[in-house]
């Protein structure tokens, strides 16, 4: 139990489809945050979230949609993926976005665009 | 830049001690962290140091902080089949008005028995 809960934990998708990763913290944190992982590159930060608003946003293509409806949940809407953006998408929360906050990760979604 | 880098790939035999290099970029950066990755799962915080110290240690783990060489260590002293993982080094930064996780890309740890 990491006490940050990701699903689904596999996600096999087509390019056409609409499909959604739901992410959902229990520790009481006020920042949540999506992150990217790929083969042999280092953990990419899409978006993060504090205290339900947006406070940064990575350059990420608009094919990916983040929703944050309180602070225990964030989603990542995802909609006409390229097979590039297959990976490892890990949620991670933290108590706020300041020092000696560490993140807590969740186990992630292994997404995979056919 | 913003790299932090790490060596891709260390192998030890059970019992031995396990070193984990990483450089990292931003002097002053003030918290420097490792987080281990195992096998179908997210990244778990292992440690963090201040960068006020040059060491801290924690039962089997030990970190060496090397500010004027911006060098950090993780030393796994009687390594088990366990600890085989990926080792990830994040520094944290301030730019822009907001404080930002830079990741290694990780060291995969392959223990021997």
């Known amino acids: 139990e990491t006490g940050v809960t990701q699903t689904p934990r596999h996600l096999v998708m087509g390019m056409t489809n609409k499909k959604s990763l739901k992410c959902e913290q229990h520790?009481?944190?006020?920042?949540m945050y999506w992150y990217k992982q790929s083969a042999k590159k280092p953990l990419e930060l899409m978006f993060v979230y504090s205290l339900e608003e947006r406070v940064e946003n990575n350059s990420v293509p608009s094919r990916f949609s983040p929703e944050c409806p309180n602070s225990s949940h964030l989603f990542l809407h995802l909609h006409t993926l390229q097979p590039e953006d297959s990976a490892l998408y890990l949620c991670a929360s933290s108590l706020g976005t300041g020092l000696e906050s560490p993140l807590h990760f969740g186990n992630g979604t292994r997404l995979t665009v056919t | 830049g913003e790299d932090v880098e790490q060596s891709l790939f260390l192998s030890v035999r059970e019992g031995d001690s396990s070193v984990i290099n990483c450089t990292y970029t931003?002097?002053?950066?003030?918290?420097l962290y490792w987080y281990k990755q195992e096998p179908g799962a997210g990244l778990q915080l292992l440690t963090y140091?201040?960068?006020?110290?040059d060491m801290k240690q924690d039962q089997r783990l030990t970190v060496l902080l090397n500010k004027k060489d911006k060098h950090l260590s993780l030393r796994i002293a009687d390594t088990q089949t366990g600890d085989s993982a990926i080792y990830f080094c994040a520094e944290i930064t301030y730019t822009s008005g907001t404080y930002k996780y830079i990741f290694g890309t990780g060291t995969r740890l392959k223990v021997l028995a």
């Open positions: 931003d002097s002053s950066s003030t918290y």
């Open positions: 520790l009481g944190h006020n920042a």
């Open positions: 140091i201040f960068s006020n110290m």
